[in-house]
């Protein structure tokens, strides 16, 4: 009898471990949803453009701004120290599929070799460290160059990041999850605070941005910056704004953040470089 | 002398010896900032642990710090003090988020 009810427990609980258990596409599907009714106005692959797809003036302004983008100046700074060789006579181009063109709407990938999430930003400078010079910032001018020429060449393309069938990716995407949902700082707010209970309402000067499709439009050139950032940095200045110590840029958590963020912004498509207030 | 005049003279030096009870007893000594500093930073390296540090918690140890060096031990420990509490809440945050958070995500 014992016996019995000791295997009614495990079977209970390895049923709620199953409820509990992550279904990616499903949580993707919803999270979509979600962004969908609350603004049912705004066309899906609009929402790549952030609070300009919320405000009708500031939609207006941008429109102006975009005959004569600020991201410019860093773009073509991109595509030549993207074709500029190392000292080995290697290029950037060698370390990617394509030679590194259009390849934007595939990272942050999986590595399963390595067991761990790589961001474009990473792979820009392990390719960088492989051929034999130092990394660069992650929140400097020349990554958010770099990554902006990437992005460019990627426009339209629609975001497919892929979960392998592996428990470590898996992993990363519910750490990336539960990181987004996590209110942290002295102000005690989430990413999902801003991003989506109040995404379109004002804090302070700003029209906060909607989570979906948030990151589609990186690197940006954020006015409030004076240039252009990374998404390091957009996550590291995020977490200085609820004024909590910042993360290291490329750390576990925030490579995870960029891989669930990404995931649930599958389909929709790569808008970067893009330029904010 | 009148009995008012008495009087006076005894409440005068009831408060004197209150102030100067209460400012002896205010002040603190070096001990008393370091360890005072110690609570806070050992709250702080929990918080870090946790990976959820706040600017204010880092803000108040360095203004400890600055006041113990200019001997200001008074303000060094009420900043390390204001550290702790401030790490402790970082700490709390930390942990109750640990199964909060899920009120916050979009569920299928």
């Not at chain 2, 900032?33 to 930073?41: G, L, V």
């Not at chain 2, 108040?60 to 509490?85: H, N, Q």
Request: charged residues 25%; aromatic residues 12%; glycine residues 6%.
């Amino acid at each position: 009898m014992k016996f019995l009810i000791s295997l009614a427990i495990l079977l209970l609980a390895d049923a709620a471990a199953i409820a509990d258990g992550a279904d990616p596409a499903a949580e993707a599907r919803a999270f979509r949803e979600y962004f969908f009714q609350k603004f049912p106005n705004v066309n899906p692959d609009d929402f790549v453009n952030g609070p300009y797809a919320l405000n009708e003036d500031m939609r207006r302004q941008w429109e102006e701004k975009e005959q004569f983008p600020p991201y410019e100046f860093s773009l073509e700074a991109g595509k030549e120290l993207f074709a500029k060789p190392f000292a080995n006579g290697k290029h950037y181009a060698d370390c990617f599929p394509d030679s590194g063109v259009a390849i934007r709407q595939n990272y942050p990938q999986f590595d399963a070799k390595r067991g761990k999430v790589i961001t474009l930003e990473l792979a820009l400078n392990e390719c960088r460290e492989a051929n034999g010079e130092k990394a660069i910032s992650y929140t400097g001018e020349d990554m958010a160059a770099l990554t902006a020429y990437v992005a460019f060449t990627s426009r339209g393309k629609p975001f497919d990041i892929r979960i392998p069938d592996d428990p470590r990716a898996l992993e990363a995407y519910e750490n990336g999850k539960r990181y987004f949902y996590t209110r942290r700082g002295q102000l005690n707010f989430s990413c999902a605070t801003c991003h989506v209970q109040n995404p379109g309402e004002r804090l302070r000067a700003e029209v906060l941005a909607p989570g979906l499709g948030i990151l589609n439009a990186m690197p940006i050139y954020r006015s409030e910056w004076g240039g252009m950032g990374t998404i390091s940095r957009r996550f590291i200045t995020c977490n200085s704004q609820v004024r909590g110590v910042p993360l290291e840029a490329q750390s576990e958590e925030f490579r995870d953040l960029e891989y669930f963020l990404s995931y649930v912004s599958n389909g929709l498509p790569i808008s970067g470089p893009g330029a904010r207030p | 002398m009148t009995r008012l005049s008495k009087t006076s003279i005894g409440l005068f030096g009831l408060i004197v010896a209150i102030f100067a009870g209460s400012a002896a007893f205010a002040a603190s000594t070096e001990a008393d900032f370091k360890q005072a500093y110690a609570a806070a930073d050992a709250a702080e390296k929990e918080a870090g642990r946790l990976r959820n540090q706040w600017l204010a918690t880092e803000a108040a140890l360095a203004e400890a710090r600055k006041a113990a060096e200019s001997s200001d031990f008074d303000r060094a420990v009420a900043a390390a003090k204001e550290a702790e509490a401030l790490a402790k809440a970082s700490i709390f945050q930390a942990t109750s988020e640990n199964e909060a958070w899920k009120n916050l995500e979009i569920r299928p």
